[in-house]
């Protein structure tokens, strides 16, 4: 048996319209999105947001209200869980207890009748493509969690599915073993080239993984944008806000599509909100500092990340502002130092003002 080429393994997933309440709640209110074949799309989103119902229906966990899903064109909306293309891996590692590593990752093969000799050598296959080829013996709770999520993923790739599905599948990890499954899981999609729905709160671990990632707000997609052009083209003040830090300042409009913000003007980006009252939102790494005697701005806290210092400062009018800045250029902005600030001479967005 071979594995497929990669250009084949993929499928095209299409969320169409979804919308599900539970009583008062709606989960999804519309939700239109598409994960292209070979993909690694994730789904992130404050707790609440509709991801896990979205992600659920692909697995038939879960029924929409209305709206459908279409895998490689077909609805499989009212198709039953068991006889989808999916493999799914859950953020609790959900292995059977009673079973060997072996057998779990053997389960779905047997429950659809693969011939044992076939099952053994498949099961072999997976357990050496998650790193796991010397534990097949072994039972789940004498593995460590990472190993255990492993063999989920092992499970979950068994039927050679054409989409593959993970709900926070590292939220239960230390942060060491979350960080290499990360790449780990990454290199695998990449090699089998399948279509991974993965849903995450942890916009790190989205941007980092995803070739694209879709913001989800209270059950409605924001923007689906791959991760460089989510960081710097944010198409709501939701994304910029949710996605990476950032700052919002004070500011006011001035004319020629100009905004006045810690006495610079500045060109806005994109489109103007009523004013003339502000906010701007600006990202640490556009923000320098310099100590300067005579500078409007107070230093609270800086905290030393290498060879990035992110300095928090007190505005004058009110507000504080972070910045990133090169540890070099951090060393004399101490706790109650005064500053100078400057923005980075480039278009902002800007959004109403929150005191508005
Ligand atoms: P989290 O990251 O917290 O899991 P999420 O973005 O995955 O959040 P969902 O689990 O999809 O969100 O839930 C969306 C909304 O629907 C939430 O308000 C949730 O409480 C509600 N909800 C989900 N499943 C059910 C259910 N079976 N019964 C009642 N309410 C539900």
Do not use: W
């Amino acid at each position: 048996e071979r594995t497929r080429p990669a250009a084949a393994t993929g499928a095209r997933v299409e969320f169409r319209s979804l919308r599900r309440a539970f009583g008062p709640t709606t989960a999804l209110d519309g939700l239109d999105l598409t994960a292209e074949p070979g993909e690694l799309l994730a789904l992130l989103g404050p707790s609440g947001c509709g991801k896990t119902t979205a992600l659920r229906m692909v697995a038939g966990f879960e029924q929409p209200d209305s709206g459908e899903v279409l895998v490689d064109g077909e609805d499989i909306t009212r198709v039953p869980a068991n006889r989808r293309d999916a493999g799914m891996v859950f953020q609790s590692y959900s292995l059977f207890p009673n079973l060997t590593v072996r057998d779990n990752v053997s389960f779905g093969m047997r429950v659809r009748k693969v011939p044992a000799a076939r099952r053994q050598a498949r099961a072999a296959e997976l357990l050496e493509l998650v790193g796991l080829p010397r534990h097949g013996d072994r039972y789940p709770h004498q593995l460590s969690g990472g190993q255990q999520q492993r063999v989920a993923l092992a499970r979950a790739l068994a039927l050679e599915p054409r989409v593959l599905l993970l709900d926070e599948p590292l939220s239960a990890l230390d942060a060491k073993v979350r960080l290499s499954l990360r790449e780990e899981i990454r290199r695998l999609q990449l090699s089998l080239g399948i279509t991974t729905v993965f849903v995450t709160h942890d916009q790190e671990e989205a941007l980092s993984m995803a070739d694209r990632v879709a913001v989800l707000n209270a059950g409605r997609l924001e923007q689906c944008a791959a991760p460089a052009e989510l960081y710097a083209r944010p198409a709501t003040a939701f994304v910029a806000e949710f996605v990476g830090t950032m700052n919002r300042l004070p500011g006011r409009l001035a004319d020629g599509g100009l905004v006045v913000v810690a006495g610079q003007r500045l060109p806005v980006d994109g489109v103007v909100p009523d004013g003339p009252d502000v906010d701007v939102l600006v990202r640490p790494e556009n923000v320098t500092a310099e100590a300067d005697a005579e500078g409007a701005a107070t230093v609270v806290s800086s905290s030393f990340f290498g060879a990035v210092t992110r300095v928090h400062l007190d505005l004058p009018g009110g507000g504080t502002v972070k910045a990133d800045l090169s540890s070099r250029d951090a060393a004399d902005l101490v706790p109650g130092a005064r500053a100078s600030l400057r923005l980075a001479p480039q278009p902002v967005l800007v959004v109403p003002g929150a005191a508005a």
